[in-house]
T-cell receptor
Framework: NAGVTQTPKFRILKIGQSMTLQCTQDMNHNYMYWYRQDPGMGLKLIYYSVGAGITDKGEVPNGYNVSRSTTEDFPLRLELAAPSQTSVYFC??????????????FGEGSRLTVL | GIQVEQSPPDLILQEGANSTLRCNFSDSVNNLQWFHQNPWGQLINLFYIPSGTKQNGRLSATTVATERYSLLYISSSQTTDSGVYFCAVERDYGGSQGNLIFGKGTKLSVKP
C-alpha cells in the first residue's frame, strides 16, 4: 500500500526551463491536491481536482498547470520556471472534501530549486 | 479570506511533559484538520475535527466551533513528537472547495 507517491524528490531547474512533478495515489481517492510550502510557512493550495477530467485553481495557481486524466494520477507542470517557484511541493489526496473521509493524505514532497 | 493563527510559534519540552497547542480562526469553518510535519518533512494527518473532541493515544484535540478555536493536546511527550504542528481550516460558506488554509505552525522540540 504505497499511498501517495511523488517524483522526483529533488530537482534543480534553470530559469525558463519546464518540468512536470508526478503524483499518483493507490487509495482510489476522488480528490487530489497540489500544495507548495515555502520556508517557515504553512502550505498553500496551487490546484485541486475533484475527479478525472475536473480541475480547479487554488490560492496560488499562477505559473502552474495540471491535468487529471485518471483517478490515480495528478501531474503538476511548471512552465518557464522562475526563482519564485523554488519551494517544496506536496501532493495530497482525500476520499471526500469534508466529513468522514475528508482527511488529507500527503506524499513525501518534492524539493524544487530554480537557479 | 479566513485567518488562521497558531500559538505558540515555538515550544521546547522535556520528554514526558504535556503541552497544549492552539489554533484560532477568524470565520466559521466546515473543515479543520491537524497535521504533524516531522523533521524529515513528512506530513501526517492527526485529526479531522471541525467540531467536538477526539482522542488518539497520547494525542487529543478539541474544536469549539462557536468560539473559533481548536486545541491539540500532547501528553507524555516523546522525542518522536518533535516537528511542526499545523492547523488547517476551510471557511464554511455553504459550499466546499477543498481549499484548506494552513496556519504557520507550532514548532515543537522535545528534549530527552
Amino acid at each position: 500500500n504505497a499511498g501517495v507517491t511523488q517524483t522526483p524528490k529533488f530537482r534543480i531547474l534553470k530559469i525558463g526551463q519546464s518540468m512536470t512533478l508526478q503524483c499518483t495515489q493507490d487509495m482510489n481517492h476522488n480528490y487530489m491536491y497540489w500544495y507548495r510550502q515555502d520556508p517557515g510557512m504553512g502550505l498553500k493550495l496551487i490546484y485541486y481536482s475533484v475527479g478525472a477530467g475536473i480541475t480547479d485553481k487554488g490560492e496560488v495557481p499562477n505559473g502552474y498547470n495540471v491535468s487529471r486524466s485518471t483517478t490515480e494520477d495528478f501531474p503538476l507542470r511548471l512552465e518557464l520556471a522562475a526563482p519564485s517557484q523554488t519551494s517544496v511541493y506536496f501532493c495530497a489526496s482525500s476520499y471526500s472534501m469534508r466529513g468522514s473521509g475528508g482527511e488529507l493524505f500527503f506524499g513525501e514532497g518534492s524539493r524544487l530549486t530554480v537557479l | 479570506g479566513i485567518q488562521v493563527e497558531q500559538s505558540p510559534p515555538d515550544l521546547i519540552l522535556q520528554e514526558g511533559a504535556n503541552s497544549t497547542l492552539r489554533c484560532n480562526f477568524s470565520d466559521s469553518v466546515n473543515n479543520l484538520q491537524w497535521f504533524h510535519q516531522n523533521p524529515w518533512g513528512q506530513l501526517i494527518n492527526l485529526f479531522y475535527i471541525p467540531s467536538g473532541t477526539k482522542q488518539n493515544g497520547r494525542l487529543s484535540a478539541t474544536t469549539v466551533a462557536t468560539e473559533r478555536y481548536s486545541l491539540l493536546y500532547i501528553s507524555s511527550s516523546q522525542t518522536t513528537d518533535s516537528g511542526v504542528y499545523f492547523c488547517a481550516v476551510e471557511r464554511d460558506y455553504g459550499g466546499s472547495q477543498g481549499n484548506l488554509i494552513f496556519g504557520k505552525g507550532t514548532k515543537l522540540s522535545v528534549k530527552p
